[in-house]
């Protein structure tokens, strides 16, 4: 059956050229016709009743193969009138019944047929196709961007990203075709002109000076057989004229033509109340007939007083309620207050003109993209943050969204409502407003939507409000993830962990550790951006070190030991690592200034000395990362800890290894040695101090 599948197409082609050139017999001709006609309503019905004109990509092709299939017929016909002046019973009939053997009427009925498959459906459709073929293309890189910036929100993944690109790819190739393939509608409907003027006036020429028939014989019997003809073509190329329209004009949706019609025109009331009373007015006008229009006013009435007009929303607004159907709470009561009272970890809170980021009726999906945010972030950090509440807050500042941490304001930004943010060098000539991209501090400015396309040809890289907010919040969770991680967090985690290896669980909690020290632990690794994914090694090696001491700075030192070259991955390049480390006497000096505190290790040393680490940490770093180095700091692992105490407050994103954490890089390339000696102050330091 497949194999037939295959040879059904190319064998038809074959055999529509072969009608070209060979004669068909009468009772062949009529089963074609019949196919014809009854194959051009099958498609326009097709066409109706897709969701999407990707649905039915295969049209132009069909376009063309019908269109070849009729001309094949045309010729055919012709050849049968013009040799034996019948061309079967179905054009004949056309010819006479459908007419009343007329050839004024018939070829009245034919120009009509031309006029309105030429004049308006095919130029309309022909026009459609080609502006959507234009803006399909234009575009592309606008809908790529976005399949990307969703892709990195975590929104879609890897296969969703790839069909989405597909599918952007196959609708730019269906546009350009049916621009294409509406051609053939419009030199299809030509050709139907000229092949029923050269029927006419060759029949006629034949009937009168080659048969020697009377004038009205020659008529009857070639004329009206070629405008029987013109017809019996122009029905099905009609019909696709039609289809081809419905395609192009098809909007995307998840019903089919006829339930989108419906639903939309008989949504509102309004518009049928007055269209009845409009048409129950025109009773008043002497002369007319009244029962048409009462019946027709009377129906459109009665459908606008069956009509509900409550939105989804308000449905489930007036359904609301406690959870066994009764009535809510009172709003003062005691459980309504105490959920008021309490602060929600993470919370998002909006201006009021950017509600539409939210209101997924106008295409808003930032709620979407944040709970897809929380799958990304647990599958990168490896902890289950807490929900995050999104809410209106009327005191922010027009086009303002902010970001709180147990209700504490730790970030702030800017998304004007139609706007897009270009990122880049050259953002000069276009208009908008110029401001900084929130996570790295690129020069960036928000400009207009519409001039997107325009960005993005200067070069610049174009990004939605909703994803410049969710890159936002990303960075804000990474950054205070130690802070997100709470007990009931800890107590689920190792819930997951003791399903596979209890074991684990049963030796380290409570014996050795409890919640309490395990959270410090993973608070400690989560603060220096080291990912808890692998809890199975990182409890394995807890309990080990909880044996001998429960130091926490010694705990996290001794997972992040079991975790090994994963701490040092992210900043390999080609398998080598940019390191910056400390002179050898500049490190004896260190060991010697070591101390304890309640805090944990610190370094006793002179500020001054301090600060001119500060100042050549800084200074290599900035040189590394300009050669597209990503530098880490190294150095002895007693010290670690301590050197990252005192590097943290004004070099936040140094990250500091030991020299056992490094052995997973194949090479250690160094960008920097730290001696101690007075050196530039950098102007970010110069501010701090």
């Known amino acids: ?161 790839r069909k989405r690109r597909e599918e952007v790819h196959a609708e730019a190739d269906f546009y350009g075709a049916m621009d294409g393939a509406s051609k053939f509608v419009k030199g299809d409907a030509v050709a139907a002109i000229f092949i029923t003027v050269v029927n006419l006036v060759g029949g006629f020429g034949i009937g009168v000076l080659q048969s020697h028939m009377p004038i009205s014989e020659a008529i009857n019997t070639y004329s009206l057989l070629s405008v029987g003809d013109g017809l019996v073509s122009q029905i099905p190329a009609l ?182 943010l270009a990122i880049g060098d050259m953002l000069n000539s276009l208009p908008g407003t110029a401001t900084r991209e929130p996570v790295f501090g690129l020069d960036a400015k928000w400009i207009p939507a519409e001039m997107r396309h325009q960005a993005e040809i200067s070069g610049a890289t174009v990004v939605d409000r909703a994803s410049v907010i969710t890159t936002h919040l990303s960075e804000v969770v990474t950054k205070h993830a130690g802070r997100l991680l709470g007990r009931e967090d800890v107590r689920l985690l190792t819930d997951v962990v003791r399903r596979t290896h209890p074991v684990v669980i049963e030796e380290l909690t409570p014996v050795q550790l409890s919640l309490g020290e395990i959270q410090r632990v993973l608070r400690g690794l989560l603060d220096e951006g080291v990912a808890v994914r692998d809890l199975v090694r990182i409890f394995e090696a807890l309990s080990l070190r909880a044996a001998v001491s429960k130091d926490v700075d010694g705990l996290v030192e001794s997972a992040r030991m079991a975790l090994g070259p994963a701490l040092v991955a992210p900043y390999l390049s080609d398998g080598a690592v940019s390191a910056i480390s400390f002179d050898p006497v500049l490190e004896q000096n260190m060991f010697e200034s070591l101390r304890s505190s309640d805090a944990g290790a610190v370094l006793a040393i002179d500020p001054e000395l301090g600060q001119n680490i500060l100042i050549a940490l800084s200074n290599f770093a900035t040189a590394a990362e300009n050669t597209g180095a990503r530098p880490v700091l190294v150095c002895a692992p007693q010290l670690r800890f301590a050197v990252r105490r005192l590097v943290e407050p004004a070099l936040e994103r140094m990250p500091v290894l030991s020299y056992s954490e490094i052995t997973g890089a194949t090479s250690v390339r160094s960008v920097g040695i730290v001696t101690g000696e007075r050196a530039e102050m950098p102007a970010s330091l110069a501010v701090m101090a």
């Open 1 to 161: 059956m497949k194999q037939l599948t295959k040879l059904g197409v190319p064998v038809g082609i074959v055999l529509i050229v072969i009608m070209l050139v060979v004669p068909l017999p009468a009772f062949m001709l009529d089963m074609l016709i019949a196919f014809n006609i009854a194959g051009a309503l099958l498609i326009l019905l097709t066409a109706m009743f897709v969701e999407k004109p990707l649905d039915f990509a295969a049209f132009p092709s069909i376009l063309l193969v019908m269109t070849l299939f009729r001309l094949a017929l045309n010729v055919s016909a012709t050849r049968l009138v013009l040799l034996h002046g019948f061309a079967g019973k179905v054009i004949g009939t056309f010819g006479h019944f459908v007419v009343g053997g007329s050839l004024i009427v018939g070829l009245i009925v034919f120009v009509i047929l031309l006029i309105i498959q030429f004049m308006v459906i095919t130029n309309g459709a022909g026009r459609v196709a080609e502006v959507g073929a234009r803006f399909t293309l234009d575009a592309m890189p606008g809908k790529q961007m976005a399949i990307d910036a969703d892709l990195n929100s975590g929104l879609i993944d890897e296969d969703q990203a």
């Open 239 to 420: 019909l696709l004229s039609v289809a081809t329209g419905l395609i192009v004009t098809r909007s995307v949706s998840d019903e089919d033509m006829g339930s989108d019609i419906l639903s939309q025109i008989g949504k509102r009331k309004a518009p049928l109340r007055i269209a009845g009373f409009a048409a129950l007015s025109l009773c008043l006008i002497p002369g007319l007939p009244k029962l048409p229009f009462l019946l027709v006013g009377g129906l459109m009435l009665v459908f606008a007083s069956r009509i509900d007009e409550s939105t989804p929303a308000e449905i489930a607004l007036a359904g609301a309620g406690t959870p066994d159907g009764g009535p809510a709470a009172p709003s003062d009561s005691p459980e309504s207050l105490a959920s008021e009272i309490l602060v929600d970890p993470l919370g998002l809170e909006l201006s009021a003109d950017i509600i539409d980021l939210v209101d997924a009726t106008t295409g808003g999906d930032l709620l979407d993209r944040v709970k897809a945010l929380r799958r990304k972030i647990a599958g990168e950090l490896g902890i289950v943050i807490p929900p995050v509440r999104t809410r209106d807050n009327l005191e922010l500042p027009n086009s303002t969204y902010a970001i709180t941490l147990f209700g504490v304001e730790v970030a702030r930004g800017a998304a004007p409502r139609d706007t897009v």
